[in-house]
T-cell receptor, first 114, second 118 residues
Framework: GENVEQHPSTLSVQEGDSAVIKCTYS??????FPWYKQELGKGPQLIID?????GEKKDQRIAVTLNKTAKHFSLHITETQPEDSAVYFC?????????????FGKGTRLSVIA | GAVVSQHPSRVICKSGTSVKIECRSL??????MFWYRQFPKQSLMLMAT?????????EQGVEKDKFLINHASLTLSTLTVTSAHPEDSSFYIC??????????????FGPGTRLLVL
């Protein structure tokens, strides 16, 4: 079955610094890779996603890179702010039928220190 | 767009009673919805995949007779926890997958329901 590994499990950065979270996946057929941000007591929010035909995608301070050969993808947050503090989950899926569930990493707790 | 709501946001019930949680996609249709459970400081655990008009597909180890799922329309799925026990206390989160062409993989989550069984 498909497996997603996420590192690190916790990450502390100073405000203004960059944060990088990395994930690897096991199934080479995976073709969709979203990232979610979850604040305490709330549901996960989709912050950015990338599909397998693209190597990099950027949205303001957030970027995701995908290396299909190595089967890993990363989330990059630049100029971090205290409100970026949350738990971040990577996920992967394959196929386009709409029925295939996402497989999640175990999450990274990001703390941005003011 | 792509808003998913859940009701109730939190519920406290006595052991042995049943609790129903509703999940709605507010501005899009979703033929597929997913139900997750999340324990403190852990990742999301998929419980079941809910397909409109058909039976839900349950993950291994999830009792289908205890967690009843109904997906009666393209915008509503319900999860009923029957004969709830304290160990069922958890954060239950649903998600809905958009059916828009080219966006089928995109999955949007509800705000979650905190269940406490006394």
């Amino acid at each position: 079955g498909e497996n997603v590994e996420q590192h690190p499990s916790t990450l502390s950065v100073q405000e203004g610094d960059s944060a990088v979270i990395k994930c690897t996946y096991s199934d080479s057929a995976s073709n969709y890779f979203p990232w979610y941000k979850q604040e305490l007591g709330k549901g996960p929010q989709l912050i950015i996603d990338i599909r397998s035909n693209v190597g990099e995608k950027k949205d303001q301070r957030i970027a995701v890179t995908l290396n299909k050969t190595a089967k890993h993808f990363s989330l990059h947050i630049t100029e971090t702010q205290p409100e970026d503090s949350a738990v971040y989950f990577c996920a992967a899926t394959f196929g386009n039928s709409g029925n295939t569930p996402l497989v999640f990493g175990k999450g990274t707790r990001l703390s941005v220190i003011a | 767009g792509a808003v998913v709501s859940q009701h109730p946001s939190r519920v406290i019930c006595k052991s042995g009673t049943s609790v129903k949680i509703e999940c709605r996609s507010l501005d899009f249709q979703a033929t597929t919805m997913f139900w997750y459970r999340q324990f403190p400081k852990q990742s999301l655990m998929l419980m079941a995949t809910s397909n409109e008009g058909s039976k839900a597909t349950y993950e291994q180890g999830v009792e289908k007779d205890k967690f009843l799922i109904n997906h009666a329309s393209l915008t509503l799925s319900t999860l009923t926890v029957t004969s709830a026990h304290p160990e069922d206390s958890s954060f239950y989160i649903c998600s809905a997958r958009a059916t828009l062409a080219g966006k089928k993989e995109t999955q949007y989550f509800g705000p979650g329901t905190r269940l406490l069984v006394l």
